[in-house]
């Protein structure tokens, strides 16, 4: 790729993996995109950050200079919070309030037995949680004053503790946030070391468990986090490059350093969020804005609904097991990818998963001294992968392969090696198929009426069965499959949530409350543009609502399409409410009572968009044929080409059975499967006709 003639203009996404970090370099203006891969260094994540910077600047034959920003997706909040080891902290909390962690909501989860589920140990125990005496009131009145002196002992206890990670949440601070102000400051005097996070500030709504643990989730990740900011800063400094960092947040966009140094548990589901913003780009350029979009790796699989170009949004979301009140894509993730071991229970049963080969020692087929059969393995027996993987510079072993499938599944179930492995695969199919059910059809979608697109180094292979099992006739398979999370990074807006619970109450509502509600949180947001400096055309502002039926226990977030808050407004708001009710739970309650609960405003820094670089048209698709393989179907065995994805031009179209290989995934088409290259290189693969 060439040098930019003028300003800075490239821009760079670098999405760590557990075992590779991806990086995208995209010039936007002219579409043109480079791709390279480093080995990931999880005891610093930031090395490999480094690494992957001046691979991709040497690839492409740029400096530092050149850069216009540099655009990131981490797992280091989320990981913290998935092994338990945040940084020790401690919570003050209204008098009486002590135990609201320990109680949390009751509930068992899912899939978990009611006689043999045992609570989690939570972030914070009592023994570290201060009660002090205050009491705001649901409208933001002040029933109680703050006990300063009470706030004064908790921090010095604190201090005395040697607890350096703070978190403070006052009842009904959502709605007036003084009292919580006034103890940060206390705070700030008794122990100046600490860092403090307030719920005012994270998350200013209802519901005191998910502001609790959202709050506390929020601190015990901030000095992990703000260190490991602080180091990516030196790595990009390094480099020469003098343009911003920006990080992906769980809501689908990304955000300055600074921003997530103060609210690090917003990029909780930074990397799953690339991808679904990925996905939605992808799509638009095929002329598709209703996905289903599944990120397939070696442990793991993502599924993303993406409705009208959008990702879908949820402020219930989950880390660990922990609530996070925040907005975030909404994802479901189950264990099953390409490392999934498969094993025969006991009973005779056959199972792939959760468990996972990982990359170390990886599925047998690795030769790395890995000897039980996964979902990688099933597909080499069945001949749906070629002998190789990257580009031909990683042999795979067929034999141990085949020896694995044959000694731990066919053996004990007494089948063949060949149904032995269409077993393991139809298994960890259908386990995807649920996923994929449970964000559309749970959420009032119907999977049939949207086009498939699989992602991840594992998911061209499944995206076929997936979508076969489903009805679901359009598959998009992207350029990239295996860094598309990457691209979604350099294609994300610049994006802030702001939100406040209003709590009215059933019946008329108060239009003048939410006109003010409403103008403070536009407030917030334009103090929002003016720091990340967003110039004013570049600026979007939408505009949600809460509401739920009189005495219901939970709300549904409904679009304020309107510009102004009058009656007019306001009843269209409440129809939209109904009409998504019913959409999702088939009924609507048109004669009860309607409350509005929380008021919301997204805040977007619109980047221009980029152009993409268009293959070229002509040449066979036979001039990508680089070998031929038998592929082991149900009906036998059936010779087919291999061809290499970078030699297919726009228009070229292939038959199945053929498997399509490039660097990053391997792309299987089933036989009854026609595969055409858009414009932009993505493969749309629908039923022979």
């Not at 960890?428 to 059809?441: A, E, F």
């Amino acid at each position: 790729m060439a040098a930019p003639d003028s300003a800075p203009a490239v821009v760079i996404g670098i999405d760590t993996g557990g075992t590779f970090t991806d990086v995208t370099l995209l010039d936007p203006r002219t579409g043109g995109v480079a791709n390279a891969k480093v080995a990931s260094t999880p005891a610093d994540p930031s090395q490999a950050f480094g690494e992957a910077l001046a691979a991709i600047l040497r690839t492409c034959g740029l400096a530092g200079a050149d850069v216009a920003r540099v655009l990131h997706g981490t797992t280091v909040a989320t990981n913290l919070i998935l092994e338990g080891k945040g940084a020790p902290a401690a919570l003050i909390t209204t008098k009486g309030f002590r135990y609201v962690l320990e109680i949390g909501r009751q509930d068992v989860p899912r899939r978990s037995s009611l006689f043999a589920w045992i609570k989690p140990k939570r972030p914070v125990s009592p023994a570290h949680i201060f009660e002090v005496a205050g009491r705001i009131e649901p409208n933001g009145a002040e029933l109680e004053p703050l006990n300063e002196a009470e706030v004064r002992d908790a921090a010095r206890a604190i201090r005395q503790a040697g607890i350096g990670a703070v978190g403070i949440v006052l009842l009904h601070s959502y709605a007036n946030p003084v009292h919580e102000r006034r103890a940060a400051a206390i705070l700030a005097e008794e122990h100046p070391e600490a860092l403090v996070s307030i719920s005012s500030e994270v998350l200013p709504v209802f519901r005191e468990y998910e502001r609790s643990m959202t709050t506390v989730l929020n601190v015990t990740v901030m000095p992990v986090v703000a260190a490991y900011v602080a180091r990516l800063d030196r790595r990009i400094e390094e480099r020469g490059i003098a343009s911003p960092l920006l990080l992906m947040k769980s809501s689908g966009g990304v955000t300055s350093a600074r921003s997530v140094r103060k609210a690090p548990i917003e990029t909780a589901l930074s990397g799953p969020a690339a991808g679904a913003v990925g996905a939605s780009f992808i799509g638009a350029s095929a002329g598709l804005k209703d996905l289903i979009g599944i990120d397939i790796g070696g442990t793991s699989a993502d599924v993303t609904l993406i409705h009208n170009g959008q990702p879908g949004l949820t402020m219930s979301g989950q880390v660990a097991g922990w609530p996070v009140g925040l907005p975030m894509v909404d994802l479901v993730t189950i264990g099953a990818g390409g490392g999934s071991i498969a094993r025969v229970s006991a009973t005779g049963a056959l199972t792939v998963g959760p468990a996972s080969a990982g990359a170390d020692p990886g599925p047998a087929c690795y030769a790395r001294g890995g000897d039980e059969p996964t979902v990688t393995d099933a597909h080499l027996v069945l001949g749906h992968l070629p002998p190789f993987l990257l580009g031909g510079s990683f042999a795979l072993d067929a034999e141990a392969a085949h020896r694995a499938v044959r000694r731990r599944v066919a053996e004990p179930l007494g089948m063949s090696v060949d149904a032995a492995a269409r077993g393991i695969l139809s298994i960890v199919d259908n386990h995807m198929v649920g996923t994929i059910r449970l964000v559309s059809v749970e959420r009032g979608h119907d999977p049939r009426e949207f086009a498939l697109l699989p992602f991840g180094g594992a998911g061209p292979l499944h995206g076929g069965s997936l979508a076969r099992l489903l009805g679901m006739r359009t598959v998009l398979v992207p350029p990239n499959p295996g860094v598309l999370s990457a691209l979604g990074l350099l294609v994300s807006n610049l994006k802030a949530e702001f939100a406040r619970t209003a709590l009215q109450r059933a019946g008329a509502i108060d239009l003048a409350l939410v006109r003010r509600v409403f103008a403070e949180l536009e407030a917030e947001a334009m103090a929002w543009f003016e720091a990340e400096r967003v110039p004013e055309p570049a600026r979007r502002i939408r505009r949600q609502a809460s509401l739920r039926y009189q005495h219901q226990g939970f709300e549904l977030f409904v679009p304020w399409d309107a510009g102004e808050v009058t009656q007019a407004a306001m009843a269209e708001t409440v129809r939209s409410f109904h009409r998504m009710h019913e959409r999702l739970y088939t009924f609507a309650q048109e004669d009860t009572p309607v409350e509005m609960v929380t008021l919301s405003i997204a805040a977007e820094g619109v980047f221009p968009p980029p152009k993409l670089e268009e293959l070229a048209s002509g040449g066979a698709p036979a001039d990508a044929i680089t070998a031929h393989q038998t592929m082991r179907l149900e009906g036998g065995p059936v010779r087919c080409p291999v061809y290499e994805r970078s030699r297919l031009a726009a228009g070229a179209e292939i038959h199945g059975p053929a498997i399509v290989t490039q660097l990053d995934s391997t792309t299987l088409l089933l036989p009854e499967h026609v595969a055409t290259v858009d414009r932009f290189g993505s493969l749309v693969v629908t039923e022979r006709g």
